[in-house]
């Protein structure tokens, strides 16, 4: 996709807001790649992170989907811009076993308010992933 | 709604299988209300489950309102079910302070396979509800 | 819900919005109650409005719900805005037979910039309604 | 998508359960493409499909969308096999203008019971594709 960034420090503000999301350090979480209109978000498995059937719980799976969208719509903002989550869907397609999960947050349109970017997370067993939710995402885009 | 469980045993079954999610237990989150087709989760705010303005994250709002949504669609499903989110939009309505949150899980559709739920998460502060988000989810029975 | 409309001409606007909606004509929707946060839309069933085992189609259950979700929001809105669905997520819950259907629109949260509004649809025979969908939508205003 | 059919005579299906819904002939919708996985729908804009501003009423964009993913869907299932819609969310994402729109059609994960597709929905004119909306849905597949 080719987008060009509002504000030429787009990765430094996109790391350094997720860097105070106790969420996500809660979790275990990591930012990876950050390029205009895309975020991609690692998370190792962990025994607390589950739902009843020991796989990761959805919620968790929907935290990093989430995050990956929302920075990837913050990366194409104006500096001083903050990036909030208005609503988002999203469809848990597979049991999500790891142990390891990429979230690919990449934007489908940018605008001067509202911001549509969509998630698809996958997990990797052995370098093979398989895809086990994709999320589609509103974003509103606020003055920091 | 005027809901008839299936299975006597349905509190105890709702009970039991929130008291294995590693998630639930991470964050903090305990099981209130348990009735026929409706589910009521309680959370308290804590400095590590937030976003980067120190609200409490969305995907937390997102994983009591999809758990309150969940287990009342397994409330009212036979014994020896399962149940497992297909997917769900949140609308997050607005900012989520607390210090207490509740998630109220409602069935609005019971079907043989595919139940249809919904959540409204309220922010307490002083016994006064301010709602902060509302969940429409789509479940599927499975056989334990 | 305790709504106070912002321009005091809602109902004229609302109704003179939806009159000018090709689509509404073609399918025969017609604009029942009309008060501040919330709209009802009817629809007799037609043959020519039906999926493939002439049950009204899903798109003409959706566009009814759509436009009362969004005509409620509009209800609330300052003189001189118009209102357009950013987005929404309609869960089918049961074959839609009428002989005709009722949208209720009805605003969970009125903001500035973006409403968030709900609708349910109901078909009637013989005055008894049965719920055959819900609606969930983020709305936006602009200036006229 | 390395989809492939379980049923050979795929194309004729689905080709045959649309040519038997009222509501797209009613808006003028023609099938195009049929592939495993992946079927396209076209619509020439008409001033009869139109909102208040005279652009492509969303329910109809969403109506495309929404059989687009629909017949994916099917493409891919036994024969004797009917799809339904249990729910989906659209994000509309530009005004529709035309004067032709198609809508793509994709299956993202294809399953015995449920099957989650997407469809994004086009503008063409002068032959160059503007992206005016974006489908995820969740289908259920019923023996006939």
């Known amino acids: 996709m080719p987008f060009s960034p ?3 420090d787009f990765a430094a503000v996109v790391r350094g807001s997720f860097a105070t999301q106790g969420l996500m350090q809660l979790i275990g979480a990591t930012m990876e790649r950050v390029e205009p209109g895309a975020v991609d978000i690692a998370l190792p498995y962990r025994d607390d992170l589950t739902q009843q059937h020991a796989f990761l719980h959805g919620a968790v799976t929907t935290a990093i989907a989430d995050s990956a969208a929302g920075y990837a719509a913050l990366s194409l903002m104006p500096a001083g811009s903050e990036v909030l989550s208005i609503e988002f869907k999203i469809n848990l397609l597979r049991p999500a076993t790891g ?17 549509v970017s969509r998630a698809d ?7 093979k992933p398989i895809q086990i939710a994709t999320l589609l995402a509103t974003m509103i885009s606020q003055a920091g």
Chains 1, 2, 3, 4 share one sequence.
Request: overall charge positive.
């Open 6 to 8: 509002a504000n030429p």
């Open 99 to 115: 142990p390891r999960f990429i979230a690919e947050g990449r934007v489908v349109k940018a605008g001067k308010t509202i911001t």
């Open 121 to 127: 997370v996958f997990g990797y067993s052995d370098d």
